[in-house]
């Protein structure tokens, strides 16, 4: 699939493969093993979807991260996650707002987003450069 066609996929089209030829791949091994609300029945999207809806977003984070210091920018992060998956495709952020609000979290954190290795440049149409 061209990656440009992945906004208009539902997110219970969104899965992960992994191809590889080892014996055994070890992704995540959490620690605890948490299921969220006990009896939530759906995908990810679904259940992140639930508690923002109820207020309760910060659930979704997880408890040993909660109070380091960091909690207002994962939220913001985790809000910028939701508007990619939302379940409407065609009211799904685009990649240039992800990056805006990307960098506007930089920012607002004393970070800089230039890398000189891979300048973006956002005013030249795709056909014009070619």
Same mark, same amino acid.
């Given at each position: 699939?061209?990656?440009?066609?992945?906004?208009?996929?539902?997110?219970?089209?969104?899965?992960?493969?992994?191809?590889?030829?080892?014996?055994?791949?070890?992704?995540?091994?959490?620690?605890?093993?948490?299921?969220?609300?006990?009896?939530?029945?759906?995908?990810?999207?679904?259940?992140?979807?639930?508690?923002?809806?109820? !207020?309760?977003?910060?659930?979704?984070? =997880?408890?040993? #991260? @909660?109070?380091?210091?960091? /909690?207002? +920018?994962?939220?913001?992060?985790?809000?910028?996650?939701?508007?990619?998956?939302?379940?409407?495709?065609?009211?799904?952020?685009?990649?240039?707002?992800?990056?805006?609000?990307?960098?506007?979290?930089?920012?607002?954190? !004393?970070?800089?987003?230039?890398?000189? =290795?891979?300048? #973006? @440049?956002?005013?030249?149409? /795709?056909? +014009?450069?070619?």
């Amino acid at each position: 699939m061209d990656f440009g066609l992945a906004g208009l996929m539902t997110s219970s089209d969104a899965t992960l493969r992994i191809r590889c030829r080892s014996s055994r791949i070890e992704l995540a091994k959490p620690l605890e093993v948490n299921a969220g609300e006990e009896g939530f029945k759906g995908h990810l999207v679904d259940w992140i979807n639930h508690l923002s809806n109820t !207020g309760r977003i910060n659930d979704a984070i =997880d408890k040993d #991260l @909660i109070g380091k210091g960091h /909690d207002e +920018e994962m939220l913001q992060f985790l809000k910028i996650a939701s508007n990619c998956v939302v379940s409407r495709p065609q009211d799904r952020w685009s990649m240039f707002q992800v990056y805006q609000s990307l960098e506007t979290m930089a920012e607002e954190n !004393g970070f800089s987003e230039m890398d000189d =290795d891979f300048p #973006l @440049i956002f005013s030249v149409q /795709d056909n +014009e450069s070619m």
